[in-house]
């Protein structure tokens, strides 16, 4: 009925009587530009080339050259929530994002939730005659909502974007991602020994997307949002990158400041007479470190700097590629960092990120014997987080926490047929959520009063793209509240407070009830006279800091920043809604996709068993039955050597294996696993809940063992549950070399059940009773 209220032709009686008419092509407003979003991950202020980085970025300086540099751009000091700014021009609390995915709470500005309308510049886009491409990194679909159950109203297709390749979640492995084609998910393409990598996998992807769109339609301008995993943790890099750069931190990170800050003056990045920002409390002097220290923490460095060159060699390619298209000149290039950089390698950096999401401490010693292959298959690791303050370079502090380290970050622009100047520096205040309309307003459309139906709310981002031409233009965005884990900031007028909150301490009202300003806790900087934020003026301006503080509860008001929320890893265990009804067993069936980690059972700190009903063939069968989880920390029920094996993976530390007494008999089994906890998790330091587990065939138990600690919190951001194999990468070394290690039997299901009760299958055990009959 909808066509024919459209139709604008004639029906008669027959066709000679009638007369056709097809509906115009929507096409985008004449001259439109392609657009490019490149989103790199906890990049630093002070880390890219062109921002007097110590890592070689030719790619990306050659973008600076031709664009501009903008040094007061903002995000919110964390990655989903800053991405959501950016695709939506709203604030990330106003987007149900206050925190990444896996640390929502059932709060409006925490829920993870984005609401529809809100709508995604995708969404804009693509109703206005562009292609739509999402590469890599997602991290905006509700931690539950990840699996092929969905919903997928939140997934890439699900928001505008008509073609997706890359990973749903936080961040991956780059030999062995976790990888989504559109709607499902797709095992990589080659292996790590065929050389294999995520960043040269979705930039081939990139090149794939637009040259088909391009071929077809020339004159269709595309809307490619390419996010590399780069360059989160894991640090991971073939070999030769990282070599490349031996020697080339061996000053440390002291000295490495000291570098950086005198580059970014000397090329105009920051103002003349900036100062450092004051010694970090949290980082230790490089001096006082030991040799063996200042030795693995500098090759730690050189993996981060040849894993970031490797990206920007990748964003090269996508650049030659347009290049090649005649198209470079006519794409709006916005090139961005989520946050400053990271510190979850924690002060003496890790072989394996998940160990700072467990409360895990590590040696020197263990982190020693993996130097020689950090950046290749092995391991997850991170640097400590000296590197992470230098990279921030020259402000305090970094990601997760909103002084400038963790809010100031790098963006660039290029637009060589939109904008005049080139090589140019701005210095207008900026935040993410003024990409957004600052897009529509360069295409030259308005942002929709509805999208698919739904009214959207306001944009509450203002457009930049008035700098492109006028690089002393005053700054129109003038006021901007900042919130992470309790964190706080509001920047207004050239001002900026800050109130520290240490990650992870709960927040009480006792906390905000004190009155004295000296006891508030709030910083004060005056931007205009200090970039860096290294002069704390509250003590000299009390009228001032009680202006902005108020001017902050009320932005909090505004945007659904209530209620604050200091706990930081705890808030991966908070209770949120599961794909299905809460329920005591759940049951997984081989042959299907892996079920990612939010989506999964919980099974850490609590009683539970694992049942699988089998077919062994006369010859005997080895494989996976069930894994969850991945070198980084997990469980795997699996048959070797013909005998029932249960291994726990204790955060990549340790491996506490039990093995069946007996082999496996031919023929119809069901075979078990309960684990029986017996003690008490203590999660604050790293350990989980000790158990017993009991290995089962039939009524039979076949083997016992001690598991004495427990992963206490997640297997990790990257982790997933799968039957049949282990579908990511191994989370045991005893199949490592035979991955995925399927299972070589018939599995019909395999049964976790969580009621702390032990497990009967009501089919089989009603067999077993007709049997006795």
């Excluded at 061996?250 to 950086?260: C, L």
């Excluded at 400590?384 to 990279?391: E, I, K, L, R």
Aim: hydrophobic fraction near 35%; aromatic fraction near 10%.
């Amino acid at each position: 009925m909808a066509n024919e209220r459209h139709f604008q032709g004639r029906i008669g009686r027959t066709y000679d009587e009638s007369e056709p008419w097809w509906p115009e092509q929507t096409r985008a407003p004449e001259d439109a530009p392609n657009v490019l979003m490149v989103v790199l991950d906890d990049v630093g202020f002070g880390q890219l080339g062109c921002y007097g980085g110590l890592v070689d970025t030719p790619n990306i300086d050659r973008l600076a050259d031709n664009g501009l540099q903008y040094n007061n751009f903002h995000t919110t000091a964390l990655c989903s929530p800053t991405r959501s700014c950016l695709m939506t021009g709203r604030n990330h609390h106003s987007n149900a994002m206050a925190g990444i995915s896996e640390v929502s709470t059932g709060f409006p500005g925490y829920n993870g939730h984005i609401p529809h309308e809100n709508g995604f510049v995708s969404e804009t886009l693509v109703e206005e005659g562009y292609s739509t491409h999402a590469l890599g990194k997602w991290h905006l679909t509700p931690a539950e909502s990840g699996s092929a159950a969905g919903p997928y109203d939140q997934w890439p297709l699900g928001r505008g974007f008509e073609r997706f390749y890359g990973f749903l979640g936080g961040d991956t492995d780059q030999y062995t991602p976790n990888l989504v084609y559109d709607n499902h998910q797709v095992d990589p393409p080659s292996t790590p020994d065929e050389g294999y990598h995520l960043t040269e996998d979705i930039a081939d992807r990139a090149i794939e997307f637009i040259g088909d769109a391009k071929q077809v339609d020339p004159d269709k301008p595309f809307f490619t949002y390419f996010c590399p995993g780069a360059c989160h943790a894991p640090h991971q890099v073939p070999r030769e990158w990282a070599d490349k750069y031996e020697g080339e931190f061996d000053m440390g990170w002291d000295e490495a400041r000291e570098r950086i800050l005198e580059r970014q003056i000397e090329m105009g990045v920051v103002p003349e007479g900036t100062d450092l920002s004051p010694h970090n409390p949290d980082v230790d002097e490089w001096d006082s470190l030991s040799d063996d220290e200042q030795r693995l923490y500098a090759r730690m460095m050189e993996v981060f700097a040849g894993f970031l060159e490797h990206t920007d060699a990748q964003i090269g390619r996508v650049l030659d590629y347009l290049e090649e298209l005649g198209e470079l000149d006519d794409t709006l290039v916005v090139l961005v960092s989520d946050n400053g950089a990271s510190p979850e390698g924690g002060p003496t950096g890790s072989v394996d990120e998940n160990r700072f999401f467990n409360n895990v401490p590590e040696s020197l010693e263990d982190n020693l014997e993996a130097m020689d292959e950090l950046g290749g298959p092995k391991y997850f690791n991170h640097y400590p987080w000296g590197w992470t303050w230098a990279g921030n370079t020259p402000f305090q502090r970094w990601k997760r926490e909103t002084h400038r380290g963790g809010a100031s970050d790098p963006m660039v622009v290029s637009w060589p047929n939109g904008i005049e100047a080139s090589g140019e520096i701005r210095d207008q205040f900026v935040h993410a959520i003024d990409v957004m309309p600052t897009i529509l307003e360069a295409i030259g459309i308005e942002p929709p009063d509805e999208i698919k139906g739904v009214s959207q709310s306001p944009i509450e981002g203002t457009s930049f793209a008035f700098t492109f031409d006028e690089p002393d233009a005053p700054e129109r965005h003038t006021t901007q509240y900042f919130e992470m884990f309790a964190y706080r900031a509001i920047y207004h007028d050239g001002w900026r407070a800050v109130h520290p909150w240490p990650l992870g301490d709960p927040i009480t009202a006792e906390d905000l009830s004190a009155t004295s300003l000296a006891e508030s806790g709030w910083e004060l900087y005056n931007l205009d006279e200090d970039f860096s934020e290294a002069h704390d003026v509250a003590s000299e301006h009390p009228e001032k800091v009680l202006e902005l503080v108020q001017l902050w509860w009320t932005e909090a008001g505004k945007h659904d920043v209530l209620p604050l929320d200091g706990r930081g890893v705890e808030r991966f265990a908070e209770a949120r809604p599961e794909p299905g009804k809460p329920r005591d067993q759940y049951v997984y069936y081989p042959g299907g996709q892996y079920v990612p980690e939010n989506a999964a059972v919980k099974v850490l700190n609590r009683n539970h068993s694992l049942t699988a009903d089998l077919q062994i063939p006369d010859d005997g069968a080895e494989g996976v039955l069930l894994a969850h989880g991945s070198r980084s920390g997990g469980y795997s029920l699996y048959v070797d050597d013909d005998r029932l094996c249960y291994v726990h993976n204790y955060v990549g530390v340790e491996e506490y294996e039990v093995v069946a007494d007996e082999p496996l008999p031919a023929g119809e089994i069901q075979v078990r696993m309960e684990f029986e906890t017996t003690g008490q998790a203590n999660p604050g330091e790293g350990e989980g809940a000790p158990g017993l587990v009991r290995l089962y065939y039939g009524d039979e138990q076949v083997g016992e063992g001690e598991i004495p600690v427990t992963i206490p919190i997640t297997t990790g951001l990257t982790a997933g549950l799968s039957c049949g194999r282990d579908a990511l990468n191994a989370v045991t070394d005893q199949y490592r070399d035979r991955m995925p290690f399927a299972f070589t039997g018939d599995i019909a299901r395999v049964t976790v059940d969580v009621s702390g009760e032990p497990f009967v299958h009501a089919d089989k055990e009603m067999d077993r009773i007709m049997a006795r009959e």
